[in-house]
């Protein structure tokens, strides 16, 4: 059982297209993450939510909208694609908001054409 | 603000030898964890090792040792034995477990380091 998976695992789509991309995890954590990976392999926080409330908001246009249905689900949003949001997204849980370490999904590699 | 500073983008082992990937940190906190994530080429982020700030012992997993200097906030990474699956990116995180504040719990992570071992 994987315990934290993403979908799609890739994207290829066109510039002002919407997407999304899900994720779910299955070890009972209260936090879940997402992580932008740019070309140069930089990872840098998102978004968080912890028991479905949002606790991070980086600076991240508002193009991005995340939605947090319950506390095992965390989807990414993204309107109007631009060159620029071409990237890997993970999504990661945490068992708290606080505690331990975090665990990774395997990633979705995004390419806006 | 935190930062994290892997100071050796590449860096290259031959295999059955050992090789130290350093890291240092910037932080005014006392208590918070240090990671190593290793990342080969099928993507996935995988946990290598972790340490506790107040923990004084250094944590070991099988091949793999940390050197944790607090004072000198230093989190350098030993693998021994080095196989040709330990050729990765490795990355150097800090977590501030702190709930006050700003991006609490979040993790900060370092630009990498490739690793490459030769057979």
């Known amino acids: 059982d994987t315990a934290v998976s993403q979908t799609p695992k890739y994207l290829v789509t066109q510039m002002g297209n919407d997407k999304s991309i899900k994720c779910e995890q299955n070890?009972?954590?209260?936090?879940m993450y997402w992580y932008k990976q740019d070309s140069k392999k930089f990872l840098k926080i998102m978004f968080s939510?912890?028991?479905?409330?949002?606790?991070i908001n980086e600076t991240v246009p508002n193009r991005f909208s995340p939605k947090s249905p319950d506390k095992a689900h965390l989807n990414l949003h993204i309107n109007s694609l631009e060159l620029g949001d071409s990237a890997v997204y993970f999504c990661?849980?945490?068992?708290?908001?606080?505690?331990?370490?975090?665990?990774f999904g395997e990633g979705s590699r995004l390419t806006v054409l | 603000a935190q930062t994290v500073t892997q100071s050796q983008p590449e860096m290259s082992v031959q295999e059955a030898e050992t090789v130290t990937l350093s890291c240092t940190y910037d932080?005014?906190?006392?208590?918070?964890?240090l990671f190593w994530y290793k990342q080969p080429p099928s993507r996935q982020m995988i946990l290598v090792i972790r340490?506790?700030?107040?923990?004084?012992q250094n944590a070991t997993e099988n091949r793999f040792s940390v050197n944790f200097q607090k004072a000198a906030k230093s989190f350098s990474l030993k693998i021994s034995d080095s196989q040709l699956g330990d050729a990765a990116m490795y990355f150097c995180?800090?977590?501030?477990?702190?709930?006050?504040?700003?991006?609490?719990?979040?993790?900060?992570f370092g630009k990498g380091t490739k690793l490459s071992v030769k057979p």
């Open positions: 990661a849980s945490s068992r708290t908001r606080t505690a331990g370490e975090l665990f």
């Open positions: 070890l009972g954590h209260d936090t």
């Open positions: 939510y912890n028991n479905k409330e949002l606790i």
């Open positions: 932080t005014s906190e006392s208590d918070y964890y």
């Open positions: 340490q506790e700030a107040y923990k004084q």
């Open positions: 995180a800090y977590r501030r477990p702190s709930i006050y504040g700003g991006s609490q719990g979040n993790l900060i």
